[in-house]
């Protein structure tokens, strides 16, 4: 059993647009790779809440204070697979820098004030790549639900008790993770 890997945002834009086109419910479970079992339990609560999955595989060199931090992260893209297939993700974006930040890229979301107190003093900009990352997530152009753990206090406090814009057309899920 294997999981279909999609490259390029305009694939992976194609497929969803399909699944929407039938009715289906999408979540969105973004990650950066070598997944344990708090990734897995993401994958299973998306499945329990959405008729597709599509599980994000990108290492965000925007969310490392070096790149020397970032060349170091693991890349385990088919040992990763191979976790989420038997578990029923339909797919695994895993796009390349270039997909994810084109020439001519300069959107960013900045979570100022969210960090402030937690680990963000010791990780500048790394929350701003996080958010900029789930905002450039191409599923979402229209509702879906993307899963994040609530590894970070700070992200899940901002998340949880920000209102939601008039024109946001994601549903933020937290879950702890095992």
Excluded at 37 to 65: C, D, K, W, Y
Excluded at 120 to 142: C, I, K, N
Aim: charged share 20%; proline share 7%.
């Amino acid at each position: 059993m294997s999981i279909p890997i999609v490259r390029t945002i305009a694939e992976l834009r194609s497929i969803v647009a399909n699944w929407r086109h039938e009715g289906l419910k999408v979540a969105v479970v973004p990650i950066m790779g070598a997944l344990h079992e708090g990734h897995l339990s993401l994958m299973r609560a998306a499945l329990e809440m959405a008729n597709r999955v599509i599980v994000t595989l990108f290492v965000n060199p925007n969310q490392f204070n070096s790149q020397a931090d970032a060349a170091a992260y693991p890349r385990t893209e088919q040992e990763d697979g191979a976790k989420l297939a038997p578990l029923g993700a339909h797919i695994l974006y895993a796009p390349d820098g270039a997909e994810m930040y084109p020439e001519g890229f300069s959107t960013t979301v900045s979570v100022s004030n969210v960090s402030e107190g937690f680990c963000g003093a010791h990780r500048p900009g790394h929350f701003d790549g996080v958010a900029s990352r789930h905002q450039a997530v191409p599923a979402g152009r229209r509702r879906s639900r993307i899963l994040r753990r609530k590894g970070f206090p700070a992200i899940a406090r901002r998340a949880e008790t920000r209102p939601r814009p008039r024109y946001s057309n994601r549903d933020c899920r937290l879950f702890n993770r095992a």
